[in-house]
């Protein structure tokens, strides 16, 4: 039994350094794509919401600031992912030799925000399906005759958008363990900072400063099925395979820059379409 330190856990598996490198590397693979969606999406969710939160009259003084502390955690998320010292998820230079040939000279904060543009196309394509949610929320809170439901709705929607991100990770997480028999724990440490829960925590607790009936009132049985079905739904576009290559390829179609070449780009475009298939 091989004993590691990661982030000061102390973590046991069987595998040797060789063997755990190969089947974290197809962990990566996995959860980066799916976080690349999920994360991202959810981040653009709450900058649209952040401007129909503005025109409630309650955003001013301890709500704005609390909201703030959520645009800022979601700045050191960034940070931590693009300068991290350890566990590096977005440095060329620890990228095989046939990846890192593949992108031209580009700064990895470049390379990060061509992996986060994905989620952002993907919230385009699949607005709608965010909009629904929305608007579920929405009839709920004028049921319960919770004023300003149109702007407070769209900060449940984001908060909403956000946990999914958070159960995204997790779920990808779960699912490397058991295919690629990697514990759990040791996943947990590298790709940790890709979990977005301290953003939805902070998210969260300004959304109850703006309107703390947003979480005290009690849903129906109805409306409770009715909201979870569009989360449901919301869920069901963000990770499927047709939402994440959709999304790749427009995604790299406009980012011509970091490629090298353009038979570069092209290759990158074949294998989305190989993986599609």
Not at 63 to 83: C, D, I, N, P
Request: with cysteine; net charge neutral; hydrophobic share 40%.
């Amino acid at each position: 039994m091989k004993k590691y330190n990661i982030n000061g856990h102390i973590i046991a598996t069987h595998l040797n350094n060789e063997e755990l490198g190969h089947r974290v590397g197809k962990s990566s693979a996995l959860i980066k794509t799916m976080c690349g969606i999920g994360n991202n999406a959810a981040w653009a969710a709450c900058l649209e919401a952040i401007d129909h939160l503005r025109q409630h009259p309650r955003y001013r003084q301890k709500v704005k600031q609390g909201f703030k502390a959520a645009m800022e955690e979601f700045k050191a998320y960034e940070r931590r992912l693009v300068y991290a010292t350890e566990n590096l998820l977005f440095h060329l230079d620890d990228l095989t030799p046939e990846y890192r040939k593949r992108y031209g000279d580009i700064t990895d904060r470049e390379y990060y925000e061509y992996w986060s543009a994905t989620g952002a196309t993907a919230y385009t394509q699949k607005r709608s399906w965010a909009v629904n949610v929305w608007n579920k929320y929405r009839l709920s809170l004028i049921r319960h005759k919770v004023p300003h439901e149109e702007e407070v709705a769209w900060g449940m929607a984001a908060c909403a958008c956000l946990r999914l991100a958070q159960y995204i990770y997790e779920q990808n997480i779960k699912v490397c363990a058991n295919d690629y028999k990697v514990p759990a724990q040791l996943l947990d440490a590298i790709f940790g900072s890709l979990n977005v829960k301290a953003i939805a925590d902070k998210w969260d607790k300004a959304l109850m400063l703006l309107e703390p009936k947003a979480e005290g009132y009690e849903l129906e049985d109805i409306e409770a099925k009715n909201i979870q079905l569009g989360l449901d739904q919301l869920m069901e576009q963000w990770t499927s395979t047709a939402t994440m290559t959709d999304a790749l390829v427009e995604t790299t179609e406009a980012y011509d820059d970091v490629f090298r070449t353009k038979g570069e780009q092209k290759k990158a475009l074949r294998q989305i379409t190989e993986m599609r298939k």
